[in-house]
């Protein structure tokens, strides 16, 4: 998975992909 951060990412955005790695990791 690629995410770029700009100035349009929020906090939220990156608090649900913690979610989404934190889900896929056994």
Known sequence: I???F???TT???VDKL???F???KP
Request: charged residues 35%.
């Open 6 to 8: 700009d100035e349009t």
């Open 11 to 13: 906090l939220e955005d």
């Open 22 to 24: 934190a889900g896929g």
């Open 2 to 4: 690629t995410v770029s």
């Open 18 to 20: 913690f979610e989404v």
